[in-house]
């Protein structure tokens, strides 16, 4: 029970693709508002984009227009795809879940997926 994994990062030229997966679940799934954030090297953790359990989404200043966070409820799982990637958004990416209003911060973490963008 809230258990997070991220898959998909990996390594890719600056301008090209990537879909990172966050497995949870059904239960978070169904009942928790669920996000991807991110943590570059010398660099505070950043939230990138979250979503509801009625879709409704949001995103980042810097990633707008070119990431989209999606969800397959029979799956359990949260998508974020990442397109026309940049260096700066090298990091590793971490999905989160179960937003907690008393403690203003999600109750479940993954390990993190490493994203690496090159010139």
């Known amino acids: 029970q809230g258990q997070l994994v991220e898959s998909g990062g990996g390594s890719v030229q600056a301008g090209g693709s990537l879909k990172l997966s966050c497995t949870a679940s059904?239960?978070?799934?169904?009942?928790?508002?669920m996000a991807w954030y991110r943590q570059a090297p010398g660099k505070e953790r950043e939230l990138v984009s979250s979503?509801?359990?009625?879709?409704?989404?949001t995103y980042a200043d810097s990633v707008k227009g070119r990431f989209t966070i999606s969800r397959d409820t029979g799956k359990s799982t949260l998508y974020l795809q990442m397109n026309s990637l940049k260096i700066e958004d090298t990091a590793v990416y971490y999905c989160a879940s179960c937003w907690s209003v008393s403690r203003r911060e999600y109750n479940y973490w993954g390990k993190g997926t490493q994203v690496t963008v090159s010139s």
């Open positions: 059904a239960y978070s799934f169904s009942t928790c508002r």
């Open positions: 979503t509801n359990r009625s879709g409704t989404a």
